[in-house]
């Protein structure tokens, strides 16, 4: 198990609430440097097709502004790779997107996508960008992400956190496998979507999991107390699990 986990914080929805008035208020990048105050390891931003949170100028501003690595998440278009190869962020996440959906339904199917995938990751690599798919802990999907050459994947952990309590069960351990078999194939593995204070503990103690990305939850916990303590704490229950998983 590695010592440190590391922590991306996710501003999209700092963006829902600055273009639900208009203007230029609540900055995400502002959040995002609060974030890094906060001792977040990295940024997450999705610039979704329908621009509904992040728009292109906070991709700019994020990669210039914070000295954090920023986590480009894109749908598998011409335009969202042209938007990467233009701001070249640390990392660009291949997400599904769908423009109906609220949020990101379920994992990428890089499996049957595979040959409209390869091009876009080979020249995403190519541009010296950390390429990761977000897909479901699926062995047929992992194997795609070797495939296609993605050196992450990250986990989707939406399942995990929406069922009960009695499959909840049964969807960890799903997980823990897909994330040991990570280990196996060469991939690095990270794990995100829906995570709160009351779910995280069982993901962030996968020996496995390299990386968490936290969004939505720490955007509200912050209406009520503030961005900073809302990640802090967040932060602190991860170690937590971690360091009781270890011992």
Not at 97 to 108: A, F, H, N, V
Request: proline share 4%.
């Amino acid at each position: 198990m590695t010592a440190h986990q590391r922590l991306g914080i996710n501003v999209d929805h700092v963006a829902t609430v600055r273009n639900a008035r208009g203007g230029s208020n609540p900055d995400p990048v502002r959040a995002a440097l609060l974030a890094k105050e906060a001792g977040a390891d990295g940024i997450t931003a999705h610039l979704r097709e329908d621009r509904r949170h992040i728009i292109d100028g906070d991709i700019g501003r994020l990669v210039k502004e914070v000295a954090l690595p920023l986590n480009f998440e894109m749908a598998a278009t011409e335009e969202m790779v042209a938007i990467a190869l233009k701001h070249k962020p640390h990392a660009a996440c291949i997400v599904p997107e769908k423009r109906e959906e609220r949020t990101t339904e379920g994992g990428l199917d890089a499996a049957g996508q595979h040959n409209n995938l390869k091009p876009m990751v080979a020249r995403l690599r190519d541009a010296g960008i950390r390429v990761s798919l977000f897909i479901e802990a699926d062995p047929r999907q992992l194997a795609a992400a070797v495939s296609l050459g993605a050196p992450v994947v990250e986990l989707h952990t939406g399942r995990y956190c929406e069922i009960e309590s009695a499959e909840r069960a049964a969807e960890l351990v799903r997980i823990q496998k897909a994330a040991a078999l990570c280990e196996q194939l060469g991939l690095e593995c990270h794990a995100g979507h829906g995570l709160n204070y009351e779910n995280v503990g069982p993901i962030s103690a996968i020996p496995n999991v390299r990386e968490l990305n936290i969004g939505h939850f720490l955007v509200g916990e912050a209406i009520f107390v503030g961005f900073v303590p809302a990640i802090r704490e967040m932060r602190r229950l991860m170690d937590l699990a971690r360091a009781v998983a270890k011992s």
